[in-house]
């Protein structure tokens, strides 16, 4: 597919062409392919074009009802638009919670969100990305700085994936609760990648919390 449009685009095909309301660019992005979506940026694609609906290109993944659960092909063409000036419409705390992605991450760090940013319970983007299991955004906010021991400020009842990765536990997490907590909670296979680098960061579990399963 790769070597067809660059072939295409050596014959002089419009890089900006839109069939139904859908540039080159946009289906790209849509199919996670994140090497077509680099050269088609080096061609001159543009990433603010938008359609007769309005729909742009951030839409088509993350606004995207039939798209729920973002892949990190997805998430990493999406980078590559945001290094190239695309305004992000998502917090880093969001991104993490919907993919799992270092290189969004990164482009997200680049362009002005905080590694250290709370939601209204004291979370962190890393407590967040160790409770979805998301192992390659925890790499990615653990190298950039994220504090593996940062503890949330409210208790809450929240879902915790399972080792099939489906929300099947419901726990209290008390405040005082650090990632590496979280990541002990599900079982998930993510989870447990989450709970080692986090230690290996020097991530501890705080001894005075006890998150328990309300069910």
């Known amino acids: 597919m790769l070597q067809q449009v660059e072939s295409m685009l050596k014959e002089g095909a419009d890089v900006n062409k839109a069939v139904d309301g859908e540039t080159p660019l946009m289906a790209a992005v849509y199919g996670g392919q994140a090497r077509i979506v680099k050269v088609l940026l080096e061609n001159g694609a543009d990433i603010h074009y938008k359609n007769e609906d309005g729909r742009d290109?951030?839409?088509?993944?993350f606004e995207n009802p039939s798209n729920p659960y973002p892949s990190a092909g997805q998430a990493e063409s999406i980078a590559l638009l945001l290094q190239e000036g695309l305004e992000p419409r998502l917090t880093l705390t969001q991104?993490?919670?919907s993919v799992d992605s270092k290189e969004l991450v990164e482009a997200l760090l680049a362009r002005g969100s905080e590694v250290g940013e709370r939601d209204e319970n004291g979370w962190t983007p890393l407590h967040h990305a160790a409770l979805a299991g998301h192992e390659s955004s925890c790499q990615g906010l653990l190298k950039a700085g994220a504090d593996p021991n940062a503890e949330s400020t409210k208790t809450i009842e929240k879902a915790a994936p399972d080792?099939?990765?489906t929300?099947?536990?419901f726990l209290k997490y008390e405040a005082g609760t650090r990632p590496a907590d979280v990541a002990d909670t599900g079982g998930s296979r993510g989870q447990a990648s989450c709970a080692t680098?986090?230690?290996e960061a020097g991530g501890k579990q705080n001894p005075d919390v006890s998150n328990v399963d309300l069910k």
Request: aromatic share 12%.
């Open 95 to 97: 991104a993490v919670q």
């Open 167 to 169: 929300d099947k536990t």
């Open 197 to 199: 680098l986090i230690s």
């Open 57 to 61: 290109i951030w839409s088509v993944v």
């Open 163 to 165: 080792e099939f990765g």
